[in-house]
């Protein structure tokens, strides 16, 4: 069975700050990878996903992802932070068109 | 907007008692699922529905039963319930399947019981 982990529960980042959010997954074939983004009492909403091919992608609201297959990880990345972005982050994989399998979400708090 | 629609937004009732919590998908989206999100387990997949089959089940308790109607809306049917249900309810869409795609989620139904 699949599985993902988010080792961050919280992250602080500085507004204007670098960040990187990570995500380790366990499947046994290549993975369908997404990050989905949560605001305070708002559905998900997708931000960018993985299927094949490059393995950088970009996704909404200037965030980018790389998918490295050696480390099994997915890391969720932006060049600058801005305070719009506080949120809940979830990686999830699916397999294929099925159902997803999602982490425990990390929580992004934005400094001044 | 995703163009899932939930409803209601919130509920709440008391224990031993019955909800249904309803999703209308996007438009043309033929697979419905159902996600439960607490604090204790996280976003947990329950069911999943594709053309008004059941096609998936996660972690959903007997208790709970899920339809998906011939216009493609769906629900999902809460009974006995107990306080450990409390729990936000997502209802996510895609297209057909046989090929890879993201779902889109509705805004949540906020189940609360007292």
């Known amino acids: 069975a699949q599985s993902v982990t988010q080792p961050d529960i919280h992250i602080t980042v500085s507004e204007g700050a670098s960040l990187e959010l990570r995500c380790n997954y366990s499947y046994g074939a290549t993975p369908y990878l997404f990050w989905y983004v949560q605001s305070p009492g708002q559905g998900l909403q997708l931000l960018l996903k993985y299927f094949s091919g490059d393995t950088l992608v970009q996704g909404i609201k200037g965030f980018e992802a790389e998918f490295k297959r050696s480390q099994s990880s997915f890391n969720l990345r932006k060049p600058s932070v801005h305070w719009s972005d506080a949120a809940e982050y979830f990686c999830?994989?699916?397999?294929?068109?099925?159902?997803?399998?999602f982490g425990k979400g990390t929580m992004l708090l934005v400094s001044p | 907007d995703s163009g899932v629609t939930q409803t209601p937004k919130h509920l709440i009732t008391a224990t031993g008692q019955r909800v249904t919590l309803r999703c209308s998908p996007r438009?043309?989206?033929?697979?419905v699922y159902w996600y439960q999100q607490s604090l204790d387990q996280g976003l947990q997949f329950l069911i999943q529905y594709y053309n008004g089959e059941e096609r998936a089940k996660g972690n959903i308790l007997e208790r709970f039963s899920a339809q998906q109607f011939p216009d493609l809306h769906s629900e999902l049917n809460l009974s006995s319930l107990e306080l450990g249900d409390s729990a936000l309810y997502f209802c996510?869409?895609?297209?057909?399947?046989?090929?890879?795609?993201?779902?889109?989620f509705g805004q949540g139904t906020r189940l609360t019981v007292v």
């Open positions: 438009s043309g989206d033929l697979s």
């Open positions: 996510a869409s895609s297209p057909k399947m046989g090929q890879p795609t993201e779902a889109f």
């Open positions: 999830a994989v699916g397999a294929g068109y099925s159902t997803l399998t």
